[in-house]
């Protein structure tokens, strides 16, 4: 699949300071990017023209959108009546994160809206499977590189879509005096500890029974 549209001209949306929810590895503290080249996600790893990799965060605008983005991505559809094992949230030991972002940032519009300004979809570039996130990268990358404004992307979430999803640069954060912390402290996402109300409340909407192990 190829992407013909004219990055220059992608839309804009300001975010004002704003808490963003993340589940993220044990690995990475709260407000930590991600500057590793290894991994396949629809939009990281990217890199500049020069070939060096560009710092990401991810997050949602909501703890829906967190967990459905991470741990509950692969959940069947229809759900209800489904029992679902999540070995992977122990072993991996997983945090929750809630993070507050200091300023406003400027970021590229993928929503609907913004696809449409330039002639892209949300069936292809946000909806599309892993088998063109070569491809999806690239737009990121081409964004980045025609935008030195924009401190990330934002869409609205392929798994949850009452909710926005972001990726931060963490080079363009720091060139425009941005910072996120720490809203409170991380939560142990392991088999003790997993039973928050929001990914109980997450599990019921999706009538999924899940096993931790």
């Known amino acids: 699949m190829s992407f013909d549209f004219d990055e220059s001209h992608v839309g804009k949306l300001s975010i004002a300071p704003s808490l963003w929810w993340r589940v993220h590895h044990e690995q990475f503290g ?109 737009v990121a990358e081409r964004v980045y590189a025609a935008n030195p404004e924009l401190d990330g992307l934002v869409w609205h979430s392929r798994q949850e879509d009452g909710g926005k999803a972001v990726v931060l640069f963490e080079d363009r954060l720091l060139a425009h005096g941005h910072r996120l912390v720490a809203w409170h402290d991380r939560i142990d996402f392991n088999a003790e500890d997993v039973f928050t109300e929001c990914l109980l409340d997450v599990l019921q909407a999706l009538g999924v029974d899940a096993v931790f192990g």
Request: charged residues 15%; proline residues 6%; glycine residues 10%.
């Open 30 to 138: 709260a407000t930590a990017f991600n500057a590793s080249a290894a991994g396949d996600a629809r939009f990281s790893p990217i890199t500049r023209p020069d070939g060096t990799v560009i710092p990401t965060l991810y997050a949602g605008s909501t703890p829906e959108v967190a967990f459905m983005e991470t741990v509950l991505h692969d959940v069947p559809a229809p759900s209800y009546g489904v029992t679902i094992s999540l070995p992977g949230a122990a072993q991996e030991k997983r945090r929750m994160s809630c993070i507050a972002q200091l300023g406003t940032l400027i970021l590229g519009d993928l929503r609907a809206i913004g696809l449409r300004r330039v002639g892209l979809s949300r069936s292809g570039l946000i909806d599309s499977g892993s088998s063109v996130y070569r491809q999806t990268r690239n």
